[in-house]
C-alpha cells in the first residue's frame, strides 16, 4: 500500500469566539483559527484536501496567534514546487466557503464531493450561511466534481468516510503514512475537541463536539469511531500544525 506524507498549509484564518469550535465551552474566549489546504505526497499525483481561501488576511497578529505563516494559494503551493495547474486530485472536507474558494485555480483536477455537501451548497439552509456555490461553479461547468455517494477509496492508501459531524455531507480523508492511519478530520474542530480538559472529562465526555454541527448526539458519536479508527487525528482547524511541515 502507498504511503504518505501531509503537509500543513495555512491559507487563512478567522478570529471568533472559541465556543465555535468546542460545543457549550469556551463561551467569551476569543481564539484565532488557521484554514489549511494540506498537500499529500507519496504517490504519482498531486493531491490536495482542501483549497483554503482566496485573499487570506496576512497580518503579524493572526501569524502570532496560530504560531505560522499565512500563504496565499500560490505561495503555498510553490513552496512545493506546485502551481495550481499541476494539481490532480482534490478531495473536500465540505464545501464551506473557506475550504474551497481556490477550486477555480486548479483547471486539471478530479473534485471529490459528497453528495450531500454539493445539495447544500446550492440550497443551504438559512442558518448556515458559510456555503456560497459562486466557488464552485466554475468546476461544475468544466464536469470536475466526482460525487462520492458511499465511503470509498479514492487512490491506493488514501480513503473517505462520510462524517456528518459539522455539516451534512462532510468527509474525513483517512491516509496511510509510515506512522500509521492519519485521519483529517471532516469536521472543524482542535486539538482539545479529542483531548478535553479535565473539567470536561470530570463530566463523563470523551470528546467535545464541534460548535456547529448537525446533530450534536450523532456528533458525538461519529467522533469517537474516527477516533478509533485513526492513529494519528489531524483536527481540521488546529492552530499547531501552522508551525508542522510534515505528519506523518
Request: net charge negative; charged share 25%.
Amino acid at each position: 500500500m502507498t504511503q504518505y506524507t501531509i503537509h500543513p498549509i495555512v491559507m487563512g484564518t478567522k478570529v471568533f469566539d472559541k465556543s465555535m469550535m468546542t460545543y457549550q465551552y469556551g463561551q467569551g474566549e476569543q481564539y484565532t483559527i488557521p484554514i489549511y489546504t494540506w498537500v499529500i505526497k507519496g504517490g504519482d499525483k498531486n493531491i490536495l484536501v482542501d483549497t483554503g481561501e482566496m485573499n487570506p488576511i496576512r497580518s503579524k497578529d493572526r501569524e502570532d496567534a496560530i504560531g505560522g505563516k499565512i500563504y496565499t494559494f500560490e505561495q503555498g503551493l510553490e513552496k512545493h514546487g506546485l502551481s495550481p495547474l499541476d494539481i490532480d486530485i482534490v478531495i473536500h472536507t465540505h464545501l464551506h466557503m473557506d475550504h474551497c474558494e481556490n477550486d477555480y485555480k486548479c483547471e486539471n483536477a478530479r473534485f471529490y464531493v459528497h453528495e450531500k455537501e454539493l445539495e447544500s451548497v446550492h440550497n443551504p439552509h438559512p442558518l448556515d450561511y458559510r456555503y456560497l456555490e459562486d466557488y464552485i461553479d466554475d468546476i461544475e461547468e468544466n464536469d470536475q466534481i466526482e460525487i462520492i455517494k458511499e465511503d470509498c477509496e479514492i487512490i491506493d492508501g488514501i480513503r473517505v468516510k462520510h462524517t456528518p459531524v459539522h455539516t451534512k455531507g462532510g468527509l474525513t480523508v483517512f491516509i496511510e503514512t509510515q506512522k500509521g492511519t492519519a485521519a483529517i478530520t471532516g469536521f472543524c474542530i482542535i486539538d482539545e475537541n479529542y483531548d478535553p480538559p479535565p473539567e470536561i472529562k470530570g463530566m463523563e465526555m470523551d470528546v467535545i463536539p464541534p460548535g456547529t454541527h448537525v446533530d450534536v448526539y450523532k456528533a458525538y458519536d461519529i467522533m469517537k469511531q474516527v477516533q478509533k479508527e485513526a492513529d494519528i487525528i489531524i483536527a481540521l482547524h488546529e492552530p499547531r500544525f501552522a508551525s508542522v511541515k510534515s505528519i506523518g
